[in-house]
Structures are given as structure tokens and as C-alpha cells.
């Protein structure tokens, strides 16, 4: 199994930028298709983006279309997101998840078998 590991979280101005990574540890990261999920308080959790095996695909939930950059480094076995123009409605834990049934990049929570501990993105008005 694979450990992951979320960093880069914090509080930021709306119109603002913050770059998360997710380490992975464990089985060979190249085998993982990876994804991006966020929860806000009282919703459930929901997806964000994420990326195919070979990282020659990705997939983005509408609203983060244009401001946020999946990407995957597999020498240095992370998974980054790239949040530009930031929105208070951005607001949530952001969780990172792998998931090696599948090779192309999965937008629902029951599609990956590993997640992190979550990193807090809080974006103020």
C-alpha cells in the first residue's frame, strides 16, 4: 500500500495563490493514478482533479477550471496542486488519494483506496 502525506495548506486572501504537494511513500508511486478532493464543513466531500498514471491526463471539477494545475513528479513521488485566484468558496480541507485499480485519472471518492490526512485551505474575503 501507499502513505500519503499533504503539505502547503494555510490561510490566503481571496484572489490569492497556494501550491499543495502530497507525498507518497510506500509501493511504487507510478503505479497510482492520483486525485485532489476538498470538504467543507457540513458537505460532503468532493472531487477537485486529478491525474491519469502516465500524467498525460487530467480531469478538473468545473468551478477550479482555469485556476488550479494538477501535476505529477514521479522522481520525487508528489502530486502538487496549484491553486491560482482563490475563493472564499475554495474553503476546505483539501485531501490527496491514489488508487492503482485504474489507469486513467477517477473523480469519485470510491474510485482511490488511499487518502491523506487532509490539509486546511482557508481563503478570506
Known amino acids: 500500500q501507499v502513505q500519503l502525506v499533504e503539505s502547503g495548506g494555510g490561510l490566503v486572501q481571496a484572489g490569492g495563490s497556494l501550491r499543495l504537494s502530497c507525498a507518497a511513500s510506500g509501493r511504487t508511486f507510478t503505479l497510482y493514478r492520483m486525485g485532489w478532493f476538498r470538504q467543507a464543513p457540513g458537505k460532503e466531500r468532493e472531487f477537485v482533479a486529478a491525474i491519469g498514471v502516465s500524467g498525460g491526463i487530467t480531469h478538473y471539477e468545473d468551478s477550479v477550471k482555469g485556476r488550479f494545475t494538477i501535476a505529477r513528479d514521479a522522481a520525487k513521488s508528489t502530486v502538487s496542486l496549484q491553486m491560482n485566484s482563490l475563493r472564499p468558496e475554495d474553503t476546505a480541507v483539501y485531501y490527496c488519494?491514489?488508487?492503482?485499480?485504474?489507469?486513467?485519472?477517477?473523480?469519485?471518492?470510491?474510485?482511490?483506496?488511499?487518502w491523506g490526512q487532509g490539509t486546511q485551505v482557508t481563503v478570506s474575503a
Open positions: 488519494a491514489a488508487d492503482q485499480r485504474r489507469y486513467l485519472p477517477g473523480m469519485r471518492v470510491y474510485e482511490y483506496d488511499y
